[in-house]
C-alpha cells in the first residue's frame, strides 16, 4: 500500500504563495500520472492539477491555470504544486493523489486515482 505524504500548506494573506509537496512514503509513485485535487467546506473535491510522468506533461484547471504550477523533482521523487497569487477562493484541503490515467479526461477525474495524501489546509485569508 503506497502513502503519499503532503506537506507545504498553512495560513497565507492573499496574494500570497505557498509550495505544496507530495511525495510517497518509502516507495515511488503508482501508476502514471500524480494529480491535485481540492476540497473546500461543503463542496466536492475538485481537480486542480496533474502531471504525467512520461513526458512531464502537464494539465491545470483553468481557474488557477495563471498562478498554480506542477512540476516534478525525479531525484527527490516529489511533485510540488507551486500556488501564487492566492485567493481566499482558494481556501480548502489538498489532495494529491497517484494513479494511472489512459486519457487527458482521466486526469482530471478523482476516480482515476488509486492512492490518495491525508491533505493539507491552505487558508488564504483576505
Known amino acids: 500500500q503506497i502513502q503519499l505524504v503532503e506537506s507545504g500548506g498553512g495560513l497565507v494573506q492573499a496574494g500570497g504563495s505557498l509550495r505544496l509537496s507530495c511525495a510517497p512514503s518509502g516507495r515511488t509513485f503508482s501508476g502514471n500520472a500524480v494529480g491535485w485535487f481540492r476540497q473546500a467546506p461543503g463542496k466536492e473535491r475538485e481537480f486542480v492539477a496533474a502531471i504525467i510522468w512520461i513526458g512531464s506533461t502537464t494539465y491545470t484547471t483553468d481557474s488557477v491555470k495563471s498562478r498554480f504550477t506542477i512540476s516534478r523533482d525525479n531525484a527527490k521523487n516529489t511533485v510540488y504544486l507551486q500556488m501564487n497569487s492566492l485567493k481566499p477562493e482558494d481556501t480548502a484541503v489538498y489532495y494529491c493523489?497517484?494513479?494511472?490515467?489512459?486519457?487527458?479526461?482521466?486526469?482530471?477525474?478523482?476516480?482515476?486515482?488509486?492512492?490518495w495524501g491525508q491533505g493539507t489546509q491552505v487558508t488564504v485569508s483576505s
Open positions: 493523489a497517484a494513479g494511472y490515467a489512459a486519457t487527458t479526461t482521466h486526469t482530471m477525474d478523482v476516480r482515476t486515482y488509486d492512492f
